[in-house]
């Protein structure tokens, strides 16, 4: 579902994009996958942008921030977590979250 949000947020179904994205979230909180989870709230925020949605993107963007957060808080080796926390992909969502 989050996939499909992300292919619908590029071609413009926004509508369909947020609810897709929504449910995403859903299910990965149920399950537990915090790597698909804060993804998921990454392209929720970045659909909300795409729509001037600012306040919402700002929102998901803090959300898939804290989950990363949360992940990183939970290594106890201190060389894994800032290799964690060092990646692209990673500060990429931070720089937003903030």
């Not at 449910?23 to 929720?44: E, F, M, T, Y």
């Amino acid at each position: 579902m989050r996939l499909l949000g992300e292919i619908q947020t590029r071609r413009g179904e926004s509508d369909n994009a947020i609810s897709n994205l929504n449910a995403s979230i859903d299910i990965l909180k149920d399950v537990g996958n915090p790597r698909h989870l804060w993804q998921a709230h990454a392209a929720l925020g970045s659909a909300f942008h795409a729509v001037g949605r600012p306040g919402e993107a700002r929102e998901q963007w803090g959300a898939a921030g804290a989950t990363i957060q949360n992940v990183a808080n939970g290594l106890s080796d201190r060389e894994l977590r800032q290799g964690f926390l060092n990646a692209e992909p990673i500060r990429h969502i931070l720089s937003k979250s903030q």
